[in-house]
């Protein structure tokens, strides 16, 4: 959802986004690819989605957020750990395989580091990545931006592509701010 302009409104947009049901089902199916792809490295009984449903906020929209822990069973590592939530399902859909092929038949442009995992890993084995889903990068001098949204059985395309408008805003203003930083270092106009 957009931000609102006052904390009123915040609190209007938050309460509609937790109460929308496509939304909710979509955010519910999420969780569940994530819980599955903890299971698939964590031990037996460790699995543990600790924050559910929780709004977080951004310059420019909220996000519904939940956050699945578990152990690292026996013979897995950080990388195992990362490679078993890749892709995402925020940024694959479900089930993962099949919506991967579909992505791969209707998307004309490879997403890049779209939807990748930017971060780092530690050399005593911590980690810390997170995914690309709203990015911007210059190749022959032009910005390219992308952003997205879930699309499910009941989504409305006209609602995804304002979703997606307002998620690209942040970087729409970076950019913005940065050529005008440049503009009055160079004194050009």
């Known amino acids: 959802?957009?931000?609102?302009?006052?904390?009123?409104?915040?609190?209007?947009?938050?309460?509609?986004?937790?109460?929308?049901?496509?939304?909710?089902?979509?955010?519910?199916?999420?969780?569940?690819?994530?819980?599955?792809d903890v299971g698939r490295v964590a031990r037996i009984g460790s699995v543990d989605p600790n924050e559910q449903f929780i709004i977080e906020r951004y310059s420019?929209?909220?996000?519904?957020?939940?956050?699945?822990?578990?152990?690292?069973?026996?013979?897995?590592?950080?990388?195992?750990?990362?490679l078993a939530g890749l892709p995402a399902g925020t940024?694959?859909?479900?089930?993962?395989?099949?919506?991967?092929?579909?992505?791969?038949?209707?998307?004309?442009?490879?997403?890049?580091?779209y939807g990748g995992g930017v971060g780092y890993f530690a050399a005593q084995g911590d980690m810390d990545i997170c995914i690309a889903l709203r990015t911007g990068?210059?190749?022959?001098?032009?910005?390219?931006?992308?952003?997205?949204?879930?699309?499910?059985?009941?989504?409305?395309?006209?609602?995804?592509?304002?979703?997606?408008?307002n998620k690209s805003r942040a970087l729409l203003q970076a950019a913005r701010d940065a050529a005008l930083f440049v503009t009055h270092r160079d004194g050009t106009n």
């Open 91 to 113: 940024v694959s859909g479900a089930p993962k395989v099949r919506a991967m092929q579909i992505i791969d038949e209707l998307e004309v442009e490879k997403r890049g580091v």
């Open 1 to 36: 959802r957009p931000r609102g302009a006052t904390p009123a409104e915040d609190a209007a947009l938050e309460a509609e986004l937790l109460a929308d049901p496509k939304e909710r089902a979509e955010h519910l199916m999420l969780l569940d690819l994530g819980r599955n």
């Open 137 to 165: 990068v210059v190749k022959d001098g032009t910005l390219y931006i992308q952003a997205g949204g879930g699309v499910v059985y009941d989504s409305v395309p006209e609602a995804e592509f304002t979703e997606t408008v």
């Open 60 to 82: 420019h929209v909220m996000h519904i957020v939940s956050n699945v822990d578990g152990l690292l069973a026996e013979g897995e590592d950080p990388l195992s750990a990362l």
